[in-house]
């Protein structure tokens, strides 16, 4: 059943990752990986993130509810090493059109603890890659979710390639989503119950996407300080190499 769904998901992604043309009267408003991965492992642990040191998160600016990690030794920057700055002032909704920034994953969780990792995903809806990473997203979730790592979805575009509504946020995330070349939708089997948060000007994404056509989708793998430790651009990761750098993480929350 499942390669049913991806087939049909992928027979609506005309040209690979390409973006459809705009369709006229459409309602609707408006690479290469930088790390494959390899290399020294780690032994896996068992850290959650109720488990997690508060004295050893750097929450030492202003930004967001609960503070941010400062630039570190690194920088702020968008490269493996460096510290990612906050979203600020570049508004993130979700499907209820509440305003988020990534300050928001920094804060204690619902029932205590921090988040060890967040996998900052983005993506738009007419991407195949964005749409087959998506399917098995909820897989890895649902394993590691519970030990403190957070996935955050930000979606820049929709299907015909236009600024993100929050119908089609609703969409997405219910697994309603088109199929068919007129317009048609379907049931895809899936549920998304991480974070789904549009970026409806473009403006946030820019910042990662000089050129969506070939960039997207992007993984970037925050830790518990904001320390970009892992980073995919133009295609999809494998799982088991999501569960690799996921471990990393838990077993160094701290990038230290």
Known sequence: ??????????????????????????????????????????????????????????????????????????????DVGQRLADSGSFELIDCEGNSFSIADFMCEREGGGYNAGVLLNLGAGWCGPCQEETLEFPEIYEEYHSRGIEIVQVMFQDWDAQAPTRSFC????????????????????????????LDQINDWTSIYLQDPQSATPVNILLDANGNIRWKLEGQQPELDLLRAQFDLVLANPYGT
């Open 1 to 78: 059943m499942r390669q049913q769904i991806l087939g049909l998901v992928m027979a609506s992604a005309a040209f690979g990752c390409a973006p459809p043309p705009v369709i006229p009267g459409s309602d609707d408003s408006g690479a290469q990986a930088s790390d494959d991965g390899e290399g020294d492992s780690t032994e896996a642990s068992a850290m959650d993130g109720a488990q997690l040191d508060p004295a050893s998160l750097d929450r030492s600016t202003a930004a967001g509810p609960c503070g941010y990690p400062g630039p570190g030794d690194a920088g702020y920057g968008t």
């Open 170 to 197: 609703t969409d997405w995330s219910e697994g309603q989503w088109r199929t068919g070349a007129d317009g048609s939708t379907q049931d895809v089997g899936v549920r998304l119950h991480f974070p789904v948060l």
